[in-house]
């Protein structure tokens, strides 16, 4: 059988401030539901300040209370509330945005790398011809530099290395 507790919060007691800084969405919803319209006005800026340090479950959490509050209280008004609104879809937004925006920064460093092993792939290829062979014939250079398959650079690395002259690397880089 559970056994069924609960805890008294004596709001009246219970220091604006503290409220406002603590770590916990419950503590905003308190200090909401225990300020009026003109302190919540004075302390407007810092409890948008408060709540970014929230994540979203907890800013949807004091939204959905404050509307809550509104309505059983009447402490707060309805522009009260299209303010906090604003900034809970404002946070949300910037939210979605560093996701989308990590995500593509993920992609573009993993491009960044693909674009560097290729790079470094051509220039070996290069340096290995031109130190066995001379001058790189300006065809192979360009050939070279279209190739963007990791896995073809790779073979050609290692044909570099074998081919008797530039003409047998020219036939390999053909193929």
């Known amino acids: 059988m559970p056994k069924y507790e609960y805890m008294v919060i004596e709001v009246p007691k219970l220091d604006d401030d503290w409220l406002l800084h603590s770590d916990t969405a419950l503590s905003r919803l308190i200090y909401l539901s225990k300020v009026d319209k003109e302190k919540f ?8 300040e408060s709540m970014q340090e929230l994540d979203s ?39 979605m945005l560093s996701r989308l925006l990590g995500s593509t920064l993920e992609e573009g460093r993993i491009k960044g790398r693909l674009e560097g092993r290729l790079e ?26 279209k190739i963007s398959d990791l896995k ?3 073979i050609l690395v290692r044909k570099s290395v074998v081919a008797r002259n530039i003409e047998e690397f020219r036939g390999f880089l053909e193929q």
């Open 120 to 145: 470094e792939k051509r220039n070996d290829i290069l340096e290995i011809l031109e130190a066995r062979f001379g001058d790189v014939p300006e065809d192979i250079k360009e050939a070279i530099g």
């Open 152 to 154: 073809k650079l790779s």
């Open 41 to 48: 006005e004075r302390n407007k800026d810092e409890f948008y």
């Open 57 to 95: 479950s907890g800013i949807t959490a004091v939204l959905d209370m404050t509307k809550q509050i509104i309505v059983n209280s009447r402490r707060l008004g309805e522009e009260e509330l299209e303010e906090i609104e604003g900034m809970v879809k404002e946070k949300e937004v910037r939210g």
